[in-house]
């Protein structure tokens, strides 16, 4: 391989932090508060999907996985998503019902992460938000068997055109298919500083209410 064509070494590839400090007087009571200031901050910056974040599982062996979803909504009681409860990661949530978030907010040099328990939302509150889906999403809900094998796009399309045919409008909420929450057990809020010396604050859930912790970068 000529020097022209030889990909750029990773150990140079570096840059230099400058955010804001993160100070503890600086927090919201709880990370929820906080996570809605520093979303806001992310949206007025014209971050591209901001509520993008990666989801991690695991398997009841332990096996881990981590792939990106998209936060659809959060309040006190956690973090909601949708997807395929037979995808890979709904059953890795079934097997073992823990789960951790990171919202990678690399532009403004910030980062999020949850961890928690994961439970089910109700019949009604997935239903709710599937209504609300365009036409074509709902239907793809029901096309694509998450995580399965098929064995060609042909395949793939041909289902999404049956069932465009059997249900021209407002087709039902499969039942293999809603929302689950992230119950945050811990939230850090991570902001980059110069020199790798960046801060790190958790939130930990201390019976009713958070302790908060400053922890080394």
């Not at 992460?113 to 089910?120: D, K, L, P």
Request: no cysteine; hydrophobic share 35%; charged share 30%.
């Amino acid at each position: 391989m000529d020097a022209a064509s030889r990909p750029p070494s990773m150990a140079g590839l570096r840059r230099t932090y400058q955010g804001l400090p993160l100070l503890e007087e600086d927090l919201a009571p709880d990370p929820v508060s906080q996570f809605a200031a520093w979303f806001g901050d992310a949206v007025d910056a014209g971050l591209p999907e901001p509520n993008a974040t990666v989801l991690a599982t695991a398997s009841a062996g332990g096996r881990p996985t981590a792939r990106t979803v998209l936060l659809k909504g959060y309040d006190e009681n956690g973090f909601v998503f949708y997807t395929n409860y037979e995808s890979r990661k709904g059953r890795d949530m079934a097997e073992n019902p823990r789960a951790a978030l990171l919202f990678p907010w690399h532009s403004i040099r910030r980062q999020v992460r949850v961890e928690g328990a994961v439970v089910r939302l109700s019949r009604e509150e997935s239903a709710a938000y599937f209504r609300s889906r365009p036409y074509g999403s709902q239907i793809g809900a029901w096309a694509s068997r998450q995580s399965a094998v098929v064995r060609s796009r042909d395949e793939l399309d041909a289902r999404y055109e049956e069932l465009s045919e059997r249900w021209p409008e407002d087709p039902p909420i499969p039942d293999f298919w809603g929302g689950l929450r992230v119950v945050p057990a811990e939230v850090e809020f991570w902001q980059g500083r110069t020199d790798r010396m960046h801060d790190r604050l958790r939130y930990r859930r201390s019976g009713t209410g958070w302790i908060i912790e400053r922890l080394a970068p």
